[in-house]
């Protein structure tokens, strides 16, 4: 089972991006069956929770940093996460990972994640 991220890159404060994760190679390569996450890690900070998807329902929560401005989502027929980033500030600069776990029904805690996406940069600056 792999994930990989996509999408990253630089804009401008006040930008959008959306990231890509997507899932593949296993049997249990479908992502409806895994507990999906975005964290992020900015230069000489810890990795910091974003976002996380309920396994069962599908309902996301946010961390209070990127409430309003960011959504996470998932295509089934792709099965491909999404995060829709709006309102891009400098601070949202970092690495952004997607992570996944079968055993999960939810979690914000990364230490539960067993699978992880490669990552991917964001550079929010004028």
């Known amino acids: 089972f792999q994930l990989q991220a996509s999408g990253g890159g630089l804009v401008q404060p006040g930008g959008s991006m959306r990231l890509s994760c997507a899932a593949s190679g296993s049997t249990f390569s479908t992502l409806d069956d895994y507990a999906i996450a975005w964290f992020r890690q900015a230069p000489g900070k810890e990795r910091e929770w974003v976002s996380s998807?309920?396994?069962?329902?599908?309902?996301?929560n946010y961390a209070r940093s990127v409430t309003g401005r960011f959504t996470m989502s998932r295509d089934k027929a792709k099965n491909t996460v999404y995060l829709q980033m709006i309102s891009l500030r400098p601070e949202d600069t970092a690495v952004y990972y997607c992570?996944?776990?079968?055993?999960?029904?939810?979690?914000?805690?990364?230490?539960?994640?067993?699978?992880w996406g490669q990552g991917t940069q964001v550079t929010v600056s004028s």
């Open positions: 992570a996944a776990d079968r055993y999960l029904i939810y979690s914000s805690e990364s230490y539960e994640y067993d699978y």
């Open positions: 998807m309920d396994r069962r329902d599908g309902t996301t």
